[in-house]
């Protein structure tokens, strides 16, 4: 047997005898590869001694993954078929899951590159500015909140946040947030945060949900708009 020519690689659906198996989704067979009219790179069949193809599409429910196909110096028998077949679908699964893998990545980096824009967008809005995963901890506070709390980003993030609030705030702030993170409806309160010279005062808190196409809250994004000096 040998590999076939590069030129096999990539094949329109419906070209050659490769591209006519995806087509049909079916198997063949043929051991007079030279006078076959479907084969039209007989010189280099020619050249190398072919005499015989098979092919087999490649199948996950019913859809097309490609064909694996041979060519051989000798003549095949239907067996080949069968050989071919008990293969075809462990290497369809091969290529989906390879496929399904590099779709995930690349999701997953235009995710990454997406939240990087949005936090640089967050971190320009000149009120204090956060974002909560949907059960309710921090996930990203922007510059202008560790600036003015003075709180790094290791101990802002989490419920780490909390630390900066008034005691006497703190309990009827958690109480608030609850009852959001179980109705989903956006809301508000006052609550009295402290600078990073220990000084506190008043700041109204928003919070709005974001919801993906099916309605799943996926995200908290709020602000923090100061109201008064106590």
Known sequence: TCA???????????DLKVGLIAREKKAHLTNDVMNDPRVSDKSW?????????AGYPLLVEDRLIGVVAIFA??????????????????????????RAEEALRS?????QQSESKLRQVIDTIPALAWCNLPDG????????????????EE???GWGWQVSFHPDDLPPLMEKWTKMLVSGVPDEIEARLRRHDGV???????????????????????????????
């Open 137 to 152: 901890p921090n996930e990203f506070l922007n510059k202008g909140w560790h600036e003015y709390t003075g709180l790094s």
């Open 45 to 53: 069949a020619q050249e190398n001694g072919m005499v015989a193809f």
């Open 4 to 14: 076939l020519p590069i030129s096999y690689s990539r094949i329109p659906v419906g």
């Open 73 to 98: 110096r000798h003549t095949l028998s239907e067996s080949i078929l069968d050989t071919l077949g008990s293969v075809a679908d462990t290497i369809a699964q091969g290529i989906e899951r390879k």
């Open 155 to 157: 101990e802002s993030h």
């Open 107 to 111: 999701a997953l980096e235009e995710i």
């Open 200 to 230: 506190y005062r008043w700041f109204l808190i928003r919070a709005e949900p974001f919801r993906d196409e099916s309605g799943n809250i996926v995200r908290w994004y709020g602000t923090r708009d100061r109201k008064s000096v106590v």
